[in-house]
Nanobody
Framework: VQLLESGPGLVKPSQTLSLTCTVS??????????WSWIRQAPGKGLEWMGY???????YYSPSLKSRTTISRDTSKNLITLRLSSVTPEATAVYYC??????????WGQGTQVTVSS
């Protein structure tokens, strides 16, 4: 399974950050699989942002729920992340990850996003 994150590396404050995770080797519409977005800000630990399972229902970190949207495109086999009203604190490496009930078993290489004017 390969996951490849892509999107703008620079976003201005107050704008919406949009990233895509293109998946190969697995279907984003697979039972028992959860597709997550996770980020790591400089000098900080990993922060789980949310995930989308087969049902299409989404689950978000409470601290980001009001500004986060995770969706999928089954025809293109990709997962998307949108984070609105970003501030410089959203500067981080953003990862998509594939999980099962046993935990994360595949990671993308990550994409750096910097929020700056």
């Amino acid at each position: 399974v390969q996951l490849l994150e892509s999107g703008p590396g620079l976003v201005k404050p107050s704008q919406t950050l949009s990233l895509t995770c293109t998946v190969s080797g697995a279907s984003v519409a697979t039972a028992g699989v959860f597709w997550s977005w996770i980020r790591q800000a400089p000098g900080k630990g990993l922060e789980w942002m949310g995930y989308i399972p087969l049902s299409g229902n989404t689950y978000y970190s409470p601290s980001l729920k009001s500004r986060t949207t995770i969706s999928r495109d089954t025809s293109k086999n990709l997962i998307t992340l949108r984070l609105s009203s970003v501030t410089p604190e959203a500067t981080a490496v953003y990862y998509c990850a594939k999980s099962t009930y046993s935990g994360v078993d595949s990671w993308g290489q990550g994409t750096q996003v910097t929020v700056s004017s």
